[in-house]
């Protein structure tokens, strides 16, 4: 026996944030893959400096937004088929999903919340490590200077925080563009230009978080109530 009254709009407004859920899903991932390739982020994260590799902790942060999106894709399916057909066990292991993604949600978020700072400060050190070593010209010199117009070219800047770091490159051709002067007048820092870089994309990760949450507070809501309802109409 069906649901009838207002179990009944229940079920269907269920659907309709299941069926909006799965576009997040697939929204999230679309933007996550495109984090994952931005071609200024992968320009940085894959570069090396003798043996040492480029600070990648914000990948982590990518790959957990890519499972979380397959995820609310298959699950806002789930939620869809459950609410149409009724099924408290299908309601109950979407119900059961919604809560181990938001707990993983949550816990995601803290994470990206105490590392926010850090991913930006790794990759600044990377930097300087570098722009010391193409400056002094230790054994690496080459590398270190492959290093830095990597980052120079990709992020438009020249030269670091440091007033020193920074005025030195501007007469260097080999480390810095033509226009460098430019962009020391103005203020072009790579340690700026490296902060804009990660605290816009982690921004626009803590959005998408916060939207999701929000979906995943209502849908358990109203699966709860519809799992109630159907329990409710199957007795009578």
Known sequence: MGVE???KCIKYLLFVF?????????IILGVALWLRH???TTNILYLQLGDKQ???TFYVGIYILIAVGAVMMFVGFLGCYGAIQESQCLLGTFFTCLVILFACEVAAGIWGFVNKDQIAKDVKQFYDQALQQALMGEPDANNAKAVVKTFHETLDCCGSDSLTATFTPVWRDDLCRKDA???FFE?????KKIDELFSGKLYLIGIAAVVVAVIMIFEMILSMVLCCGIRNSSVY
């Open 5 to 7: 009254g207002c179990t």
């Open 18 to 26: 299941n069926f909006i859920f799965w576009l997040a899903g697939g």
């Open 38 to 40: 931005d071609s200024q």
């Open 54 to 56: 480029a600070p990648n």
């Open 181 to 183: 002067l430019k962009s």
């Open 187 to 191: 203020n072009s820092n790579c340690h």
